[in-house]
């Protein structure tokens, strides 16, 4: 039973270019969160999808962010035109169900900017 | 505003010398109080979740309380393979967790 998958695992990108880091959530879970955590800093969350939808944009960047959770296929967090302050460790949690489940994290995806 | 802080924000511990971990919280309706335990460049772990002041759990070496304002996370004898950054989150409004900034344990054979 494989657990919540992410990739790459490290993506280096210079100023200007895009990243696109992907999630593959837990078998039978239908509900991804997208969580940052910046150098010395904590986990910050992002954005919460369920397939085919936004629930809950609250913590993402009003601009470049971007994310989607289609109807076949991962759930993909799109950061265009990358700047060094976007350097960190996104992860990527799924749940079964919506509120107080249990979410299981990813090993992440740590995104340098050159 | 939701608030988690956690201290100490690191701990060294001698193998076997028991202690407890702190996570203060402020949130407005609280509906779960989570553990987890980070490795150095990987993901968190789930260790625990609590609903309600007064609840205990336990698994191994660690065992964690909730009260109204906190919770605490004993490790009881420690071992080397505890060391780990151990991580508390709270939900309230059933879409995110807000995290502390974490406690860094080491522990020393």
């Known amino acids: 039973n494989a657990g919540v998958m992410q990739n790459p695992r490290h993506l280096v990108r210079r100023r200007g270019q895009e990243a696109r880091l992907r999630c593959s959530p837990m078998?039978?879970?239908?509900?991804v969160y997208w969580y940052r955590q910046l150098p010395e800093e904590g986990l910050k969350f992002m954005v919460y999808?369920?397939?085919?939808?936004?629930?809950?944009e609250s913590g993402m960047p009003k601009e470049r962010f971007s994310a989607e959770f289609p109807k076949e296929g991962p759930s993909i967090l799109r950061i265009q035109q990358v700047v060094r302050g976007d350097s960190a460790a996104y992860f990527c949690?799924?749940?079964?169900?919506?509120?107080?489940?249990?979410?299981?994290f990813g090993a992440g995806t740590r995104l340098s900017v050159l | 505003e939701d608030q988690v802080t956690q201290s100490p924000e690191a701990l060294r511990l001698q193998e076997g010398e028991s202690s407890s971990l702190n996570c203060s919280y402020t949130?407005?309706?609280?509906?779960?109080l989570f553990w987890y335990r980070q490795d150095p460049g990987k993901g968190p772990e789930f260790l625990f979740t609590?609903?309600?002041a007064g609840e205990e759990k336990e698994k191994e070496r660690l065992k964690a309380t909730l009260t109204k304002k906190e919770s605490f996370l004993h490790i009881t004898a420690p071992k080397p393979e505890d060391s780990a950054t151990y991580l508390c989150?709270?939900?309230?409004?059933?879409?995110?967790?807000?995290f502390g900034g974490g406690t860094r344990l080491m522990v020393k054979p």
């Open positions: 078998k039978g879970h239908s509900h």
């Open positions: 949130v407005s309706g609280l509906r779960g």
């Open positions: 989150a709270v939900n309230n409004a059933g879409n995110m967790l807000t």
């Open positions: 949690a799924s749940s079964p169900r919506q509120g107080i489940d249990i979410q299981y």
């Open positions: 609590l609903y309600s």
């Open positions: 999808l369920q397939k085919e939808n936004i629930i809950d």
